[in-house]
């Protein structure tokens, strides 16, 4: 894991592209995908009290590690599928090419940051087309993309158990929404 330091503070590579991604992606959509992230985050973190507890000082360094990633995003599921289309109705049309814009251009800047050139360009390239075909793209070709990501995560040797069912959980959201979409349109 590649670290920045920032006035003696170590920052993860990995938190500088989750959040360059959400600001570039929470540019262009309506705000149910910051909400959706904040309740991630904000449940990942204190999920720590849950799994970890051992001091309050504790939950000022640490995070609920996978078992607060797996309770975060089905937080951040239940939002997006129950509660947001209430507030937000585009959530139905945006939900399937936002994850997938965010899954390409999150790896596209973590590759950058690790110093990666040639997949920071594959998959950059990549998020680029979708950015263009994004009013055009059908379910089918979302799946598409999203096995292409997983391909390339893959050849890349940094497809985990995480990041596939992380994955899967976003191909989940958008086949249930064009679903959602078929039957009421």
Known sequence: MTYFQLFGISIPALWIAVLGTA????LKIDDWFGN????YVLVWKFSYVLFYWESI???LYFN???KGHWLGLVSSAIYIILLAPKKYPSIKVQAGIVLLLYMYTFETIFNLLQRDFLFTIIQGGIACLILSLRKKLKLQWVILFFMIELLTLSLQHTLTLTK?????MFIFISILFTIKERTNG
């Open 23 to 26: 600001f570039l992606i929470s």
């Open 36 to 39: 959706a992230l904040f309740i």
């Open 57 to 59: 000082l504790g939950l």
């Open 64 to 66: 609920g590690g996978i």
């Open 164 to 168: 596939f069912f992380t994955f899967s």
